[in-house]
């Protein structure tokens, strides 16, 4: 199921609220959690009910291995303390291996078999393992999970209709953002939380249409280009391939982001804080500073599970940079079994490192010159993470630098022909007819580059705007307008990492 789909809005939303909500009016509060396991079990299972067999056994592996890590205390004295640190050691190996291998599995195995076959010239047979949505999002989770556990000592008691809860709440539960523990378990466990308020309710309707509308009206439209520039890229000249790269830059960031905001307004909504996961990345004057706007749970994530335990900064400078080069290497192939993948997270690493050593030089940079540096980068770092392969990634590449410009085909620019402007333009200005789809591409990229690089934070206008009296009318037509531009189901790129 997908937040952008008719039954999602007008039947599992309205009736996972009234049900939470009306349970909790009632102090039944163990039924209203085990209602949003249900009911985000439920979400999960939509699209592949088998989907369910993984999520719940790894849900009752992991908690099976968080109890027995809990009740293996090592504070007492004597030989009893050394049994129970090497009992917890092994227990806690054997959790993080469960996770990282049932990742590997259904994510790596088929890219494993591949390579092996390439190299050494077998001819193993691929799996076609189907990837089960959101595993590299609740197994991140869960690995985080039991390294807190591990290092807490026996501090940390949640219920298992707690833990099932927060690894399955479904606005975070397939694309992130990448919630920790100690985030979201206490504030399901908070009882004032669990009784409707309108003033959250409201900035959750607010928030989830804002994010709604970046993923209909904007992000699906730029998909539908750059699918078609990058079906047959060696007939792409240099214009075409130049608005497919910056396509893909607006489509993977109102896509990512709209999910984001949808899922932080579906929290506020149940009077749940969900952590801010893009802070406008693309007005970013660096590429480190980027990685602090753009994903932001991804980045403290593997900041404060990889990077800090690998030493961080510190340790020697050529320390630092290893332990940053092997950060976004990992960050890379998290992102997706493929040699793409890697070389685009290595690209962030080597520009990181790159930047630390010339950061005296280029804090004296013109600011504008700075961020005109840092857009192109990630511009072309996006080629090399959507295209279909490295060579791939090079034509479009060449053809860029090939300086052969011409003009875009018409089935391309006829993408951003949506009905809603063919009116508009019939009714107020029937002249441009003949020239209203150029007219349309030129309005969408315009408008997609006003809102990264002018507009503040979603989150931050959606709690501003709830005192404003004309909020709901705007709000409701916005959402109405989103609702009918639903012409399929189009699922989220984050749904594929």
Same mark, same amino acid.
């Given at each position: 199921?997908?937040?952008?789909?008719?039954?999602?809005?007008?039947?599992?939303?309205?009736?996972?609220?009234?049900?939470?909500?009306?349970?909790?009016?009632?102090?039944?509060?163990?039924?209203?959690?085990?209602?949003?396991?249900?009911?985000?079990?439920?979400?999960?299972?939509?699209?592949?009910?088998?989907?369910?067999?993984?999520?719940?056994?790894?849900?009752?592996?992991?908690?099976?291995?968080?109890?027995?890590?809990?009740?293996?205390?090592?504070?007492?004295?004597?030989?009893?303390?050394?049994?129970?640190?090497?009992?917890?050691?092994?227990?806690?190996?054997?959790?993080?291996?469960?996770?990282?291998?049932?990742?590997?599995?259904?994510?790596?195995?088929?890219?494993?078999?591949?390579?092996?076959?390439?190299?050494?010239?077998?001819?193993?047979?691929?799996?076609?393992?189907?990837?089960?949505?959101?595993?590299?999002?609740?197994?991140?989770?869960?690995?985080?999970?039991?390294?807190?556990?591990?290092?807490?000592?026996?501090?940390?008691?949640?219920?298992?209709?707690?833990?099932?809860?927060?690894?399955?709440?479904?606005?975070?539960?397939?694309?992130?953002?990448?919630?920790?523990?100690?985030?979201?378990?206490?504030?399901?466990?908070?009882?004032?939380?669990?009784?409707?308020?309108?003033?959250?309710?409201?900035?959750?309707?607010?928030?989830?249409?804002?994010?709604?509308?970046?993923?209909?009206?904007?992000?699906?439209?730029?998909?539908?280009?750059?699918?078609?520039?990058?079906?047959?890229?060696?007939?792409?000249?240099?214009?075409?391939?130049?608005?497919?790269?910056?396509?893909?830059?607006?489509? %993977? #960031? &109102?896509?990512?982001?709209?999910?984001? /905001?949808?899922? !932080?307004? @579906?929290?506020? $909504?149940?009077?749940?804080?969900?952590?801010i996961n893009f802070d406008s990345p693309y007005k970013a004057l660096s590429v480190t500073e980027f990685w602090k706007r753009w994903h932001m749970t991804l980045t403290a994530f593997f900041t404060k599970y990889v990077y800090i335990p690998l030493?961080?900064?510190?340790?020697?400078?050529?320390?630092?940079?290893?332990?940053?080069?092997?950060?976004?290497?990992?960050?890379?192939?998290?992102?997706?079994?493929?040699?793409?993948?890697?070389?685009?997270?290595?690209?962030?690493?080597?520009?990181?490192?790159?930047?630390?050593?010339?950061?005296?030089?280029?804090?004296?940079?013109?600011?504008?010159?700075?961020?005109?540096?840092?857009?192109?980068?990630?511009?072309?770092?996006? %080629? #090399? &993470?959507?295209?279909?392969?490295?060579? /791939?990634?090079? !034509?479009? @590449?060449?053809? $860029?630098?090939?300086?052969?410009?011409?003009?875009?085909?018409?089935?391309?620019?006829?993408?951003?022909?949506?009905?809603?402007?063919?009116?508009?333009?019939?009714?107020?200005?029937?002249?441009?007819?003949?020239?209203?789809?150029?007219?349309?591409?030129?309005?969408?990229?315009?408008?997609?580059?006003?809102?990264?690089?002018?507009?503040?934070?979603?989150?931050?206008?959606?709690?501003?705007?709830?005192?404003?009296?004309?909020?709901?009318?705007?709000?409701?037509?916005?959402?109405?307008?989103?609702?009918?531009?639903?012409?399929?189901?189009?699922?989220?790129?984050?749904?594929?990492?």
């Amino acid at each position: 199921m997908t937040f952008n789909s008719y039954i999602f809005i007008l039947l599992f939303l309205p009736l996972c609220l009234l049900g939470y909500f009306v349970l909790n009016q009632f102090r039944h509060y163990r039924l209203g959690l085990i209602l949003l396991i249900g009911m985000s079990l439920w979400f999960y299972g939509y699209f592949n009910p088998r989907y369910l067999n993984i999520i719940c056994s790894s849900v009752i592996v992991n908690y099976i291995v968080y109890r027995i890590l809990q009740k293996t205390p090592v504070t007492k004295q004597g030989e009893e303390v050394q049994r129970n640190r090497r009992r917890r050691k092994f227990v806690f190996i054997g959790g993080l291996v469960f996770n990282i291998g049932l990742l590997g599995y259904f994510k790596y195995m088929d890219f494993f078999i591949e390579n092996i076959n390439l190299i050494f010239r077998t001819d193993f047979a691929l799996r076609n393992i189907l990837l089960p949505l959101g595993i590299s999002f609740f197994t991140f989770q869960q690995l985080s999970f039991l390294v807190d556990v591990y290092k807490d000592r026996g501090g940390i008691l949640y219920s298992f209709l707690e833990y099932a809860a927060y690894v399955t709440y479904f606005p975070q539960l397939v694309a992130g953002p990448v919630v920790t523990h100690d985030v979201l378990v206490p504030q399901l466990q908070d009882e004032e939380r669990k009784h409707l308020d309108f003033n959250y309710l409201s900035k959750g309707i607010i928030l989830f249409t804002f994010g709604l509308a970046k993923k209909v009206l904007l992000a699906d439209v730029f998909g539908n280009f750059v699918n078609l520039a990058y079906a047959d890229v060696n007939a792409l000249n240099a214009t075409t391939a130049f608005f497919a790269m910056l396509a893909y830059t607006f489509q %993977i #960031y &109102f896509d990512f982001s709209g999910y984001s /905001d949808m899922a !932080i307004g @579906l929290g506020w $909504m149940m009077n749940i804080d969900l952590p801010i996961n893009f802070d406008s990345p693309y007005k970013a004057l660096s590429v480190t500073e980027f990685w602090k706007r753009w994903h932001m749970t991804l980045t403290a994530f593997f900041t404060k599970y990889v990077y800090i335990p690998l030493g961080g900064n510190r340790k020697s400078v050529v320390r630092t940079y290893v332990n940053i080069f092997i950060v976004f290497l990992l960050s890379g192939f998290w992102h997706g079994a493929g040699w793409t993948f890697i070389l685009w997270g290595i690209m962030h690493g080597l520009t990181q490192m790159l930047e630390r050593i010339l950061k005296k030089y280029w804090l004296k940079l013109n600011p504008a010159f700075s961020w005109l540096m840092a857009f192109g980068f990630v511009n072309v770092a996006w %080629i #090399y &993470f959507r295209a279909e392969s490295i060579t /791939d990634a090079h !034509i479009i @590449l060449a053809k $860029m630098l090939s300086f052969h410009f011409g003009a875009i085909s018409s089935e391309m620019v006829a993408v951003f022909s949506q009905p809603e402007w063919m009116l508009l333009w019939s009714k107020f200005a029937p002249g441009v007819l003949e020239t209203y789809n150029n007219i349309n591409m030129v309005l969408y990229f315009a408008v997609a580059a006003v809102m990264v690089l002018a507009f503040p934070n979603a989150k931050y206008v959606a709690e501003k705007c709830t005192s404003k009296r004309s909020t709901p009318f705007l709000v409701a037509l916005l959402l109405a307008w989103c609702i009918f531009s639903f012409t399929g189901v189009s699922t989220f790129l984050y749904f594929n990492f």
